[in-house]
T-cell receptor, first 117, second 112 residues
Framework: GAVVSQHPSWVICKSGTSVKIECRSL??????MFWYRQFPKQSLMLMAT?????????EQGVEKDKFLINHASLTLSTLTVTSAHPEDSSFYIC?????????????FGPGTRLLVL | SQKIEQNSEALNIQEGKTATLTCNYT??????LQWYRQDPGRGPVFLLL?????KEKRKERLKVTFDTTLKQSLFHITASQPADSATYLC???????????FGSGTRLQVQP
């Protein structure tokens, strides 16, 4: 099956610093990728849709200046958490869709756990 | 807004039994529902997709149903094994929107 990777898998940073998370589709191209955030024992919440060659689309309530998204190529999207604060600590997951004969399936990365001290 | 509701309480069953997880949706029917498995600290893994015009789908020990009257999907794991212990997420997909709407998941614990 299709593989999506994320890097790093976990990161600890000081409050006020910026953190970049990479999402890569390893064996297929993705013009669109999705970024989610998941707090403990809660559902995945869509943050934004990353579009290759154009601006990302952010969900209501997500600050685009705080969560910078760059879809640099057909296999790479990055999420940068700028001026991170402890409340940004969460599990960040990306996904990329792949269309096959049975329809479109989202393939998820393994997630990145962010802890802001 | 479209919501997906799953029983937040954990489901504990004995090995070999059939596990049945429930997913309810609000408002209009989604174009399709998907079920994912998520292990702690990992991203979701796709299991099954069922479309609005399908009543049932099977894959090995897994079965999923879609009841548009009850606005409900049931996810069954037959002959359950301890390795099936995980959180199972019900997800709705809507026409014209590629992003998915996730339920909060139901944790399944299969006792040996």
């Amino acid at each position: 099956g299709a593989v999506v990777s994320q890097h790093p898998s976990w990161v600890i940073c000081k409050s006020g610093t910026s953190v970049k998370i990479e999402c890569r589709s390893l064996d297929f191209q993705a013009t669109t990728m999705f970024w989610y955030r998941q707090f403990p024992k809660q559902s995945l919440m869509l943050m934004a849709t990353s579009n290759e060659g154009s601006k990302a689309t952010y969900e209501q309530g997500v600050e685009k200046d705080k969560f910078l998204i760059n879809h640099a190529s057909l296999t790479l999207s990055t999420l940068t958490v700028t001026s991170a604060h402890p409340e940004d600590s969460s599990f960040y997951i990306c996904s990329a869709p792949l269309t096959s004969g049975s329809g479109e399936t989202q393939y998820f990365g393994p997630g990145t756990r962010l802890l802001v001290l | 807004s479209q919501k997906i509701e799953q029983n937040s309480e954990a489901l504990n069953i004995q090995e070999g039994k059939t596990a049945t997880l429930t997913c309810n949706y609000t408002n209009y029917s989604p174009a399709y529902l998907q079920w994912y498995r998520q292990d702690p600290g990992r991203g979701p893994v796709f299991l099954l997709l069922i479309r609005e015009n399908e009543k049932e789908k099977r894959k090995e020990r897994l079965k999923v149903t879609f009841d548009t009257t009850l606005k409900q999907s049931l996810f069954h794991i037959t002959a359950s094994q301890p390795a099936d212990s995980a959180t199972y997420l019900c997800v709705r997909g809507d026409t014209g929107r590629r992003a998915l709407t996730f339920g909060s998941g139901t944790r399944l614990q299969v006792q040996p």
